[in-house]
């Protein structure tokens, strides 16, 4: 058996598994930043009226907005008091 093709082998494996993580970290990355930027967006946009879902499926019309919670209003009558970063989406 020759050691030395086996020895070059896995030199040569490590480094394309080595590249290959490398790639998925920087392409895992970019997609997290752009996830924040949204999600950023999303709660800097909202406002008293905006209809809105939230992370379960749930939709509703923010009617109060608080520093750290937002009142929504989901049926007649029938007001919640969540948590802003429980909302995924401002419905148009």
């Given at each position: 058996?020759?050691?030395?093709?086996?020895?070059?082998?896995?030199?040569?494996?490590?480094?394309i598994?080595?590249?290959?993580?490398?790639?998925?970290?920087?392409?895992?990355?970019?997609?997290?930043?752009?996830?924040?930027?949204?999600?950023?967006?999303?709660?800097?946009?909202?406002?008293?009226?905006?209809?809105?879902?939230?992370?379960?499926?749930?939709?509703?019309?923010?009617?109060?907005?608080?520093?750290?919670?937002?009142?929504?209003?989901?049926?007649?009558?029938?007001i919640?008091?969540?948590?802003?970063?429980?909302?995924?989406?401002?419905?148009?």
């Amino acid at each position: 058996m020759n050691w030395e093709v086996i020895l070059w082998t896995c030199i040569t494996l490590v480094v394309i598994m080595g590249v290959f993580g490398i790639i998925m970290s920087v392409i895992s990355a970019t997609n997290m930043k752009k996830r924040r930027e949204n999600m950023k967006n999303l709660y800097e946009g909202l406002a008293i009226g905006n209809q809105v879902m939230f992370a379960g499926g749930i939709y509703g019309r923010v009617v109060g907005i608080e520093e750290e919670t937002v009142n929504v209003e989901i049926a007649k009558g029938a007001i919640m008091k969540i948590d802003r970063f429980a909302i995924q989406a401002i419905v148009k």
